[in-house]
T-cell receptor
Framework: DSGVTQTPKHLITATGQRVTLRCSPR?????VYWYQQSLDQGLQFLIQ???????AKGNILERFSAQQFPDLHSELNLSSLELGDSALYFC????????????FGPGTRLTVT | AQTVTQSQPEMSVQEAETVTLSCTYD???????LFWYKQPPSRQMILVIR??????QNATENRFSVNFQKAAKSFSLKISDSQLGDAAMYFC?????????????FGQGTRLTINP
């Protein structure tokens, strides 16, 4: 158990819908990262937050957005869902924004039908 | 942009034997970190081992060790005395040193099967 929690574990929804994925980092960690794992794209970095502020953006679609709240939990919002958005979404956390070790949560499996 | 390549989509090894997984990377940076993550069927991403580029000594964690060749941009993982619980997808990952974006860049993974 890494100490990073993600909810829900599984999510099934229809195209065009909007969903919110939630992540709680390890106690004391200020940085949160979101990654997407899909069959065709592999593991890709989406976005990083540090202590409430956006620090880096990767290949995140405009339909996707994220935020980190004062209690340091983070949410990833996915809207206008398409079949291709079906994937495993991981949250990872680290102590600082420059700390080299990232600890991953168990992931949320999103299925868009 | 940094890239990570794992040229072996699948590997298999007999239980108790040794296996080596390959990874190469491309970067223009001189300071960075390299990692091996394990993803068992549970899908959890588990950090196996890390290597700092400025360190010449290869990292070791129990039965896991790496062969880091900085000039060749090669970072292989050796698993000794393979156990059934080692069966998983293994991902090699790169992260630049503490300047700028701290994202992990992953390879495509190697699926390791352990034969009893």
């Amino acid at each position: 158990d890494s100490g990073v929690t993600q909810t829900p574990k599984h999510l099934i929804t229809a195209t065009g819908q909007r969903v919110t994925l939630r992540c709680s980092p390890r106690s004391g960690d200020l940085s949160v990262y979101w990654y997407q794992q899909s069959l065709d794209q592999g593991l890709q970095f989406l976005i990083q937050y540090y202590n409430g502020e956006e620090r880096a953006k990767g290949n995140i679609l405009e339909r996707f957005s994220a935020q980190q709240f004062p209690d340091l939990h983070s949410e990833l919002n996915l809207s206008s869902l398409e079949l291709g958005d079906s994937a495993l979404y991981f949250c990872a956390s680290s102590v600082g924004d420059k700390t080299y070790e990232q600890y991953f949560g168990p992931g949320t499996r999103l299925t868009v039908t | 942009a940094q890239t990570v390549t794992q040229s072996q989509p699948e590997m298999s090894v007999q239980e108790a034997e040794t296996v080596t997984l390959s990874c190469t990377y491309d970067t223009s940076e001189s300071d960075y970190y390299l990692f091996w993550y394990k993803q068992p069927p549970s899908r959890q991403m588990i950090l196996v081992i890390r290597q700092e580029a400025y360190k010449q000594q290869n990292a070791t964690e129990n039965r896991f060790s790496v062969n880091f060749q900085k000039a060749a941009k090669s970072f292989s993982l050796k698993i000794s005395d393979s156990q059934l619980g080692d069966a998983a997808m293994y991902f090699c990952a790169y992260r630049r040193a503490p300047v700028g974006a701290q994202k992990l860049v992953f390879g495509q993974g190697t699926r390791l099967t352990i034969n009893p």
